[in-house]
């Protein structure tokens, strides 16, 4: 019951629904929390910085899936423009940082664990200094609209993502 909450969310009418598709799905058999998984188990696992990563890789339905999935499992809008705002100043950093530093030292640099630079560099390929100078001006007025500015912070955030996943080609 836990897990399913956690993938589904606390919403009653998706509860019943998500109750009502394994009922269906398996009459007269226990729900275990792997069937639960089966069903349910990527709506647990998104995250806002799982939307964040999607979105500056340019992968803009998957960024959108788990944008829904994580609004959907109560995470809260603040969360994912600070998520996106992390990314992109870790972006920033790695286009700005000088060239040949060993990669200890560029982690440092960019402020961010040697592990985190894998994915940083991908995404980062994608964007020009101009690029990601956009996106934080889109992430800083994303985050302003959900702060009180606007009043559908989940439009809000989709707009994000979109203007992310399009700013990654902008010269």
């Known amino acids: 019951a836990e897990f399913l909450v956690q993938a589904v969310g606390q919403d009653l009418r998706s509860l019943a629904a998500a109750i009502r598709q394994l009922g269906t799905d398996f009459p007269g058999e226990p729900l275990t929390t792997d069937k639960v998984k089966r069903y349910f188990g990527g709506r647990a696992e998104a995250t806002s910085f799982a939307v964040a990563d999607h979105a500056f890789f340019g992968r803009t339905a998957q960024a959108l899936e788990e944008l829904r999935w994580a609004i959907d499992g109560g995470t809260s809008p603040?969360?994912?423009?600070?998520?996106?705002?992390?990314?992109?100043?870790?972006?920033?950093?790695?286009?700005?940082?000088?060239?040949?530093?060993?990669?200890?030292?560029?982690?440092?640099?960019?402020?961010?664990?040697?592990?985190?630079?894998?994915?940083?560099?991908?995404?980062?390929?994608?964007?020009?200094?101009?690029?990601?100078?956009?996106?934080?001006?889109?992430?800083?007025?994303?985050?302003?609209?959900?702060?009180?500015?606007?009043?559908?912070?989940?439009?809000?955030l989709e707009r994000l993502v979109l203007t992310v996943t399009e700013l990654r080609e902008v010269r």
């Open 78 to 156: 603040v969360l994912i423009t600070s998520a996106f705002a992390s990314g992109a100043r870790g972006i920033a950093k790695l286009i700005a940082a000088p060239r040949g530093l060993s990669e200890g030292a560029l982690a440092g640099q960019v402020g961010v664990p040697p592990w985190k630079l894998k994915s940083l560099r991908p995404q980062a390929k994608g964007f020009t200094p101009r690029g990601i100078g956009l996106a934080l001006r889109a992430i800083a007025e994303a985050d302003a609209d959900i702060k009180g500015k606007a009043h559908d912070a989940p439009y809000t």
